[in-house]
């Protein structure tokens, strides 16, 4: 007879238009067969990502969900895929066996049914934790490195400031631009943030952005000489003030515009005469974009984090019921570093 199992995994009860609530999720459980059939792989999930573009796909309508595969619509009570380590239970695949650690497309569930052509890698961890398959060498690496080398452009000595600084893609793409010989700035929303940055991460300064109560000033305080690159995370007003500073020929590279996911707050409309004038790049880019530089990626970004020229900064809550609260806090700032929800013992 073949093994069954509960699953429990998370879904959302209705669509979110606005801020997310613990209340609009729900813990689910189905029945699983803990046998592949062919072509099919059972994970067992060890850590799963949590992060800020999944409110986009909850949403009713969101012109991210037609953009591209992986930001599709989220139906209520289905479950949600997410980026994410596990350990092989039973594969229908030739690439995998029993008990091998894969990385890909998980689930914020206990396990997940890969299907045949879901992205699942097998994974041969060097000697560095697990979660950072799920943060600096996972997604939010490949964004910060795709994103600051290849969108930002940078050159030595150049002036970059960088929103939710503290967060998992800002926190590395500060630590790049250090390391590539850059001035860096960032913003983040607590005092706690502010002193890791410049303590633990290096950026030559860092500011609270909830205190200041006119950000172009603060910016041109933090930078009298203006700003060279932009990596704005966050869009909204802290994306109006930057543009506002920038220098001829400076560089925009928009990740994220996290202030505006949950539609309270103002959309950015910078000012087009400053992009027109100083002849400003400003130019939005997705991950994927920059699978091409995987390796580079990797192999550059694993031996600093095994020297320690870079700290990985990771937020773990446990278990699956914490998905929702981990999710939830992205949009309060409660993370330092990549949320991830670690589902099970290695
Ligand atoms: N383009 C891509 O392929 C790609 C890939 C990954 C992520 N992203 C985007 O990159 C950004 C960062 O993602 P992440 O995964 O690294 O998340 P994260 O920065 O680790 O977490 C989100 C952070 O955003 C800040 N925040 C929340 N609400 C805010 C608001 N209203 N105004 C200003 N800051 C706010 C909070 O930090 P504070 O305490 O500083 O407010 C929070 O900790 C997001 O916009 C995300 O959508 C894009």
Redesign the pocket.
């Given at each position: 007879m073949m093994e069954e199992m509960k699953n429990r995994f998370v879904a959302i009860k209705y669509n979110i238009n606005g801020a997310p609530n613990e209340c609009d999720f729900e813990i689910k459980s189905e029945t699983i067969c803990l046998s592949a059939r062919s072509k099919e792989v059972i994970v067992k999930n060890l850590y799963v990502s949590v992060?800020?573009?999944q409110l986009n796909r909850m949403k009713a309508h969101s012109s991210s969900q037609a953009a591209i595969s992986f930001a599709t619509a989220i139906t209520p009570g289905q479950g949600i895929d997410t980026y994410g380590v596990g350990r092989v239970v039973s594969s229908g695949r030739s690439d995998l066996a029993k008990d091998d650690l894969v990385v890909g497309l998980l689930t914020w569930g206990e396990y997940t049914l890969a299907e045949p052509g879901r992205l699942l890698n097998k994974l041969d961890p060097m000697d560095l934790p697990l979660p950072y398959y799920v943060g600096p060498l996972g997604?939010?690496g490949v964004?910060a490195y795709g994103?600051f080398y290849e969108v930002c452009k940078p050159k030595k000595g150049e002036s970059v400031f960088v929103?939710?600084?503290?967060?998992?893609?800002?926190s590395l793409v500060g630590q790049y631009a250090k390391l590539f010989g850059c001035h860096v700035v960032g913003?983040?929303?607590?005092q706690l943030?502010v002193d890791l940055l410049k303590e633990k991460l290096g950026f030559d300064d860092a500011f609270n952005?909830?205190d200041e109560t006119d950000l172009k000033s603060a910016l041109k305080r933090y930078f009298p000489e203006g700003i060279d690159i932009y990596f704005d995370?966050?869009?909204?007003k802290?994306l109006e003030a930057a543009v506002a500073n920038m220098n001829t020929f400076g560089r925009v590279a928009v990740?994220?515009?996290?202030?505006e996911?949950?539609g309270g707050?103002r959309k950015a409309s910078p000012d087009m005469l400053d992009v027109v004038y100083k002849r400003i790049t400003i130019q939005?880019?997705?991950?994927?974009d920059y699978l091409k530089c995987y390796a580079d990626f990797i192999s550059t970004t694993a031996e600093h984090l095994r020297t320690g020229k870079m700290q990985g900064l990771s937020d773990i809550s446990y278990g699956v019921e914490s998905v929702p609260s981990a999710f939830v806090g992205?949009?309060?700032?409660?993370?330092?570093?990549?949320?991830i929800v670690q589902i099970a013992d290695e």
């Open positions: 992060d800020p573009y997604f939010s964004t994103g929103s939710a600084a503290s967060g998992s893609v800002g913003c983040a929303g607590s943030k952005y909830k995370n966050v869009g909204g802290m990740c994220g515009a996290i202030s996911y949950t707050g939005g880019f997705l991950a994927a992205l949009f309060r700032g409660d993370n330092i570093g990549k949320r």
